[in-house]
Every structure is written in structure tokens, then in C-alpha cells.
């Protein structure tokens, strides 16, 4: 139970705006310059064995993010303790969190997603120049407030909540199923687990489903270091392949195939977005019922998480991209949409891959129409009977031979 209180070191506290990872948010007011900010608390009683270490990183955090000065990260004003309260006054931001917006259940139009995700790409590369990795990038800390503006927010204190991961039963695991493969294996981080992160947050939003989940955060850690989650494309149809390329290259598993820094991440996607019909309907920034609300959190709330789990989640890791997902040839393929003839040639040569033709890029394109074809044509096999099933394989065979017909039609076509 919250105990009420009036002030906090010398802000006015107006009341509560709602429960954070870590504390309470609190609504208050600056006396000196008659300012209302937004306070995030944090009870340093609830960590007494470790309250020295707990307390100075929580500053040194809030301290470094108070330095960064950017459109789409929310700017932090100072910060303080109040008995065994600590404390961060930031700006009071009038929006929706992007995780309310997409636990709506309807998949955001196409360009307003890249539009939001580049956002967050270029406020993270901001912050990364300043050697500032927020290690906890996921909806509940992207707020979008007017026109679909975004600020990314907690980076004061994303260090000291990812570090609260613990092998206790019932303890809070950071957010696993955004955590990046180094993360999940314990290893230094740096800039492009942020990028990995907001990758794993973009093929949320464009398909609706998590790339890496499961039943426990064993399951989802085993799936972060081992699972291709299917192309966004063959999830939404809607989804331009350009953006399975940009998702592919967030989400390699091997850092040096990541995208290197996130404002290359943010050029992509705003490339991509351009080349997209812009959509009429704008974000409801109006806050919903909540029983109008679909529970998707951001945290896993874990069974017993053991040292040897672990481990056996490590050793079992090939940490490989699936040949028919892999980052490489995305990149190549990303770069003959993207990038001047001079830099494909420059990149065909650093990676030893061939530069993809116009040919092969229309070719697969064909292909995947014709698969589509074929897909909305097939009856379900749900509850058919065993001979109606043999019907079946006999129409897929046919519509199989038509596929391969009209595939060599269209390649005779280009190549002759």
C-alpha cells in the first residue's frame, strides 16, 4: 500500500499518475519556476543488501541521461533522494504508452509503425553517441504524445532494471522477450543490443506477435538464442519485403551482423516508409477503459530461474541465422533496394556475395504472388474427411504444377 505523501525533496506532488517498474509515478509541481513535471520514484529500502551500490548507479544513470537533449527522449530536469526515496523530475508527457496502443488488438498501419520505430532508432543513436545504451528498449518505455510524436523514457534507470534479473522464484526478469542474445547470455553489452531490442519490438508491431516467446523465460531465452521467427511478410501480407530485410539485419544474432549503429536502423526504415502510400487515420492518443484492454505485458513474471537452466540454455545455443533468413543476404539484398551501385559493389566485395540482379529481386517477388495465389485458392483441411483429403493433395499437386508453370513463364520472359 502506497503511503500518500505531499513533497518530494522541493516538488508539490499533485497525486499519482500511476505505478512504475520500480516505484510510484507521481504528477508534481516546481515552486521555483512553476513547472509540472512527471516523478519517477525509487524505494531504496527495498534493496538494503546491495542499497550503497543500488543507489550510486541509480544516479550515475540519471545523471548521464540528464545530459542527453533530443526530440524523442524525454528530457530529465533533476534528480534527488527524499528519505529512502530517490527520485527522477522529468517532463510530464501527454500521450498514450506505445504498449496501451498496441494492446488494442489492430495492427498499426504499416508507415505509422516505421514511422514510430524510426523515431526511437533516432533517438537511440543520439543517446549511443554519447555511449549511453539504455539496455531496456520495449513499448512500455516508448510514450507517443501529439502527431505521433515519440520519446523513448526510462533511460535513467534502464541500467539498474536490468540488472534486478535474478534466480529467485517469482523475481521479475527484466523483460525477456526484448532482451538481446548477449543479454540473455550474460556478456558485455553495447549499442546494438539496443538495436537488436527495438527489432524484436518492430516485428511486434508489424505482425502482432512476439519474434521470441514461450511458456517460461527459459523457453523464451532458448528461443532468443536459437529461434528464426518467420519473415514479418509471411505473418502480414501487408508487409513490403524491404522490411523483412530491415528485420532481418536488427535481429541477427551475431552482433557484427546487426546493423551496426541505430541511425542506419532509422534511415532504412524511413527509406522504406517513403516509398509507402501515407495512411489517412491518426493514432487515438485518448486513453482506453481499461477493461477494454488486452493484458500484454512487457515483463514475464518467472517460475524458478536456476544457475544450471541457464547454463543449459548457453550450451545448447548454436547462436546461427537460418540460411533462408540470413542477415547477410539480407543486407546485400537491403542494399541493391537502398544504396548507390558504387556502395553495392564496395558491400558485394567486404561480405564475398554476389550483388543481387534486378531479375532475381522481380523473380522472387513473381514467385511470392503466385504462392499467395495458391494459398487463397486452397480449401482447409481443418475437418475434412479421409477422402476428401485425397482430393485435396490432388488440387495441390495441380495448383503446385500451375505455380511451377507460371514461375517459368515469367523467368523465360526476363532472362530471354
Known sequence: MNILISNLGRYEVLGELGQGAMGVVYKARDPLIDRVVAIKTINLSLAMDEKEEYEGRFYQEAKAAGRLNHPNIVTIY????????????????????????????????????????????QGLAYAHEYEIVHRDVKPSNIMVIRDGHVKITDFGIARMASSSVRTQTGMVLGSPKYMSPEQVMGKSIDQRSDIFSLGVMLYEMLTGKAPFDGENVNAIMYQTLNGIPPPPNTVNPAVPEMVNFIVAKALAKRVDDRYQNAQDFAVDLRTCRDTLPRSISQLDLSKPSVSSRKKLPDTVETATVVDGDKERVKS????????????????????????SS???????????????????????????????????????????????????????????????????????????
Do not use: C, H
Request: charged fraction near 20%.
Open 316 to 339: 545448447e545455443s548454436s547462436v546461427r541465422l537460418s540460411k533462408a533468413f540470413d542477415s547477410s543476404v539480407a543486407t546485400m539484398r537491403l542494399a541493391a533496394l537502398t544504396a
Open 342 to 416: 558504387e556502395d553495392v559493389d564496395e558491400l558485394s566485395k567486404t561480405l564475398n556475395i554476389n550483388k543481387p540482379s534486378a531479375k532475381s529481386i522481380n523473380q522472387a517477388g513473381a514467385a511470392r504472388a503466385v504462392a499467395k495465389t495458391t494459398q487463397k485458392y486452397r480449401p482447409s483441411t481443418s475437418q475434412l474427411p479421409e477422402d476428401s483429403l485425397k482430393q485435396l493433395n490432388g488440387w495441390n499437386l495441380l495448383m503446385t504444377v500451375i505455380a511451377l508453370l507460371v514461375l517459368f513463364g515469367i523467368t523465360w520472359y526476363f532472362v530471354f
Open 78 to 121: 533533476d534528480v534527488g533522494r527524499s528519505g529512502e526515496v530517490a527520485y527522477i523530475a522529468m517532463e510530464l508527457l501527454e500521450g498514450r504508452e506505445l504498449r496501451d496502443i498496441m494492446n488494442e488488438g489492430a495492427l498499426l498501419p504499416i508507415d505509422q509503425v516505421l514511422n514510430i520505430v524510426a523515431q526511437v532508432a
